[in-house]
């Protein structure tokens, strides 16, 4: 009798360790590596002479990326179903696959009065960012995407995109339209200075940014540090998206050296991110990508086999699954493989969205 008890003590304990409740963030930092897959992380990295941030995740995942109507997925479906949780045509923003706008993390996460950002090393309209806050049948209607801004589902946005503000078709300031809706905007192509402000439009180039190799400097780093910073005035907590946008670029291009700059300016941005999150402990921080670009691998150097030789297949995007890291409070959720628009749900289930 006494075995049979013990035995059902221990199989009710394992069930409840099996069931165990993640712990809930307080904060969230999703960093998307635009193009980014396992060869570009490799290849960018294999030098060894910076700290490697990806070697300091313990939680990692794969994700399945093709859209609703193609294998091979752009930007717009990639970062969409991060932001609505539904796959949608490639091209789309923040609508589904018959083109109905649907509320994105961003709307859910104002309900909640939690602080929204991104932070990108392209123009903020593109097509990325643009999925978190904005709901447009094409990526190429930036313009549109610009005026969405204007609803206040995005507190703080820094990147390029002067041009879609302020040099329109419609002639519209929407610079000036924000600053009435309580906005801090600047439009400055100088060096970011920290700007204390709990809602912010800060435009630093006329389109994208410069390329890291042409003196765009830390940027990024500085860029996501002045967001935390003003996003953690928020006391109910944050969810911001920074996006290493110019590594799918040099993927297009198949220009090794360009991609690597950009993703290990990526490396040095999520290292910060990650001290962060180690001293905060209430910041749960995921790392992923919309799409591996350039069909990428890295092949035997016969000439020096301590190196590799580049190889790329296509101009384009491929269709293979992209790594999924996470660190910090409910990281455990992120383990496996699963289609892209999990992370999603992932995300509604820690922050008690239904």
Same mark, same amino acid.
């Given at each position: 009798? !006494? #075995? ?12 409840? /360790? ?29 030098? #060894? ?12 995942? +794969? ?21 609505? =949780? ?17 509320? =994105? ?7 909640? =009065? ?27 209607? @930036? ?8 609803? #206040? ?43 204390? *402000?709990?809602? +912010?439009?800060? +435009? ?43 590594? $799918? ?12 700059? @950009?993703?290990? $300016? ?18 749960? /921080?995921?790392?992923? *990508? ?37 660190? =910090?409070?409910? *990281? ?19 922050? !008690?969205?239904?």
């Amino acid at each position: 009798m !006494k #075995n049979k008890l013990l035995s059902v003590l221990v199989t009710i304990l394992c069930f409840q /360790v099996g069931i165990a409740k993640p712990k809930l963030p307080k904060k969230i930092i999703f960093l998307i590596g635009d193009g980014m897959g396992l060869a570009q992380i490799s290849g960018a990295l294999a030098d #060894n002479t910076v700290t490697n941030a990806f070697e300091r995740f313990k939680v990692i995942g +794969l994700s399945k990326t093709k859209s609703s109507d193609n294998y091979v997925t752009d930007s717009g479906a990639g970062a969409t179903v991060f932001s609505i =949780g539904r796959k949608t045509y490639n091209g789309a923003i923040g609508v589904d696959s018959n083109g109905k706008e649907q509320d =994105g993390l961003f709307e859910m996460l104002t309900d909640k =009065g939690w602080g929204t950002g991104v932070v990108v090393t392209s123009s903020i309209t593109h097509a990325t960012p643009a999925a978190f806050y904005a709901h447009v049948g094409s990526r190429k209607s @930036e313009d549109e995407i610009a005026e969405f801004l204007i609803r #206040n589902h995005c507190d703080v946005a820094i990147g390029g995109g002067i041009k879609f503000f302020k040099d329109r078709k419609d002639k519209r300031d929407l610079l000036e339209e924000l600053t009435e809706k309580g906005y801090k905007t600047i439009a400055d192509s100088s060096e970011i200075k920290p700007i204390d *402000a709990a809602k +912010l439009i800060y +435009l630093l180039a006329y389109d994208g940014m410069k390329k890291k190799q042409d003196g765009r400097g830390d940027y990024l780093k500085k860029a996501t540090e002045i967001a935390i910073h003003n996003l953690s005035k928020n006391e109910e907590g944050f969810f911001l998206m920074v996006e290493g946008s110019q590594i $799918d670029w040099g993927g297009h291009v198949n220009d090794f050296e360009y991609m690597k700059s @950009e993703l290990l $300016d990526f490396n040095q941005t999520l290292n910060a991110v990650l001290d962060y999150a180690a001293k905060d402990k209430k910041t749960l /921080v995921v790392v992923t *990508a919309d799409h591996e670009t350039g069909g990428l691998s890295l092949l035997e150097n016969k000439e020096n086999k301590n190196t590799f030789k580049v190889n790329y297949s296509t101009l384009g995007h491929s269709g293979i699954m992209v790594p999924v890291f996470a660190f =910090g409070p409910g *990281a455990e959720l992120f383990s496996g493989i699963y289609e892209n628009t999990e992370i999603h749900y992932k995300f509604k289930k820690l922050l !008690k969205i239904k």
